[in-house]
């Protein structure tokens, strides 16, 4: 290989990677401008109890969400963790996310509050988990998997 054509081959090398970084620094989403697209995809659920509730045992979940057919600025999804299933709908907007759980598909049994953080370019979510019956709040924090 000549000189100029290995000069040629790194500079090409250099501009793929400053695009590729370029892209990534693109997709970062501000928590205001979150949008029912950036809950998209898979998410790992950690749940704490609330300040104001009495300890429980944290748990864990997983989320997939995917686009609403019938609310075209919403996600549904489902929701696994042990001991069990149930449907999820929501939205986020300007920053405040919303998502209703029901684990007969017919009735809310519970019901998430939160906020995207700040500089996560939206792939974290915190707020607390309410469960109507019994009675129980849990502090939640979302974060999508990699690669979603």
Do not use: Y
Request: aromatic share 6%; proline share 5%.
């Amino acid at each position: 290989m000549s000189l100029s054509s290995f000069l040629r081959c790194i500079a090409a090398t250099a501009l793929l990677l400053a695009g590729s970084a370029f892209a990534q620094t693109a997709q970062c989403v501000d928590a205001t401008e979150a949008s029912h697209q950036t809950l998209l995809g898979r998410w790992n659920a950690e749940f704490t109890p609330a300040a104001d509730t009495p300890p429980a045992q944290a748990t864990t979940a997983r989320l997939e969400l995917t686009p609403h057919p019938e609310l075209a600025a919403s996600v549904r999804g489902r929701l696994q963790r042990a001991g069990g299933e149930a449907l999820l709908a929501g939205d986020v907007d300007q920053g405040d996310f919303t998502l209703e759980e029901s684990i007969n598909g017919t009735n809310i049994s519970a019901t998430w509050i939160g906020q995207v953080v700040a500089d996560s370019c939206g792939k974290e979510i915190r707020g607390t988990w309410t469960q109507e019956n019994p009675p129980l709040a849990l502090s939640f924090v979302l974060r999508k998997q990699p690669g979603e």
